[in-house]
């Protein structure tokens, strides 16, 4: 409004000068994380309603991508982003947003060790990343969550066409490592475990949200705060020690187990 309407900031800049505001300092300041998750809280309150969002780039600064913002929001039940800048397109994008900065993505299913592959997998592909010292934090996810899972898989032969898949995003300049898990059945209403919440810790800017995908199912969101020293996936320092073989030799041997009791008919 300021930037479109001269005489309608003049009345803004006036209304501040009444009330207190340092308006220069609102407009200036980096998106505070902390007014994103008052909005989100108060759109579930309220059972939806309308966003207004002048482009995409005003969901940048919160420390995730703003694909993961724009997805949040708009699965609030009853809630619609408008983008008010006609000059700009909403984000035409699959359910799991942007590749950039995506340091795994994989899936696993009721056939097979389902939580062995994706520990596997992520202390490999962290390893490559440059992300090691991360591996403990993202493994006590896939612990609890693909555990869970896994426990589900193993009880029942209904659940054999349930799949789950897991996506690992840090974007350059980040503040956090998001972790991404992506089940096809519905559990949204299921609140996050207490052990989950305390993996992401708050107090490390971490945290732990769960939404119905707009595909369907449910995510499992997780984001896992990272040091000052942590180094940028497309910086990774070439001296980064690698998964050792054993670890490596681990992953592609479960991932053949899985793709063999596929074809096989799933046999447990």
């Known amino acids: 409004m300021t930037e479109s309407d001269q005489a309608a900031a003049e ?8 009330r207190g505001i340092a308006l220069d300092l609102l407009l200036e300041a980096s998106a505070p994380t ?32 703003k694909e993961t913002v724009w997805r949040r929001i708009s699965d609030i039940n009853g809630s619609e982003v408008v ?16 590749t950039a900065g995506v340091i795994a993505e994989f899936g696993v299913n009721p056939f097979g060790a389902a939580t062995a592959i994706a520990r596997a997998t992520v202390e490999q592909r962290l390893g490559r ?15 609890e969550v693909v555990g869970a899972a896994e426990r ?43 052990t989950l919440r305390q993996i992401c810790n708050p107090l490390m800017g971490g945290n732990a949200t769960r939404f119905r995908a707009p595909t369907g ?32 030799a681990l992953a592609d041997s479960l991932l053949r187990f899985q793709w063999a009791a596929t074809e096989v008919g799933g046999a447990r």
Not at 52 to 60: G, K, N, R, T, V
Not at 83 to 98: I, K
Not at 129 to 143: F, K
Not at 155 to 179: F, H, N, Q, W, Y
Request: charged share 20%; aromatic share 4%; with cysteine.
């Open 11 to 18: 009345r803004v800049a006036v209304l501040a000068r009444e």
């Open 34 to 65: 902390t007014g994103l998750w008052q909005l989100i809280a108060a759109l579930e309150t309220a059972g939806g309603g309308y966003v207004l969002i002048p482009s995409p780039a005003h969901l940048e600064g919160f420390g995730v991508p």
């Open 83 to 98: 983008w008010v800048d006609d000059e700009q397109q909403p984000l035409g994008l699959d359910p799991y947003g942007s």
């Open 129 to 143: 990343a440059g992300l090691r010292h991360m591996v403990s934090a993202v493994d006590a996810v896939m612990v």
């Open 152 to 194: 589900r898989w193993a009880e029942s032969v209904d659940t054999l066409t349930e799949k789950l898949s897991v996506r690992v995003i840090c974007p350059p300049g980040a503040a956090v490592l998001v972790v991404e898990i992506h089940e096809t059945r519905d559990f949204s209403d299921i609140p996050i475990s207490t």
């Open 217 to 248: 199912g449910t995510v499992t969101l997780c984001e896992l705060g990272l040091s000052p020293a942590t180094v940028e996936p497309s910086q990774s320092d070439p001296g980064t020690e690698t998964p050792t073989a054993s670890t490596s």
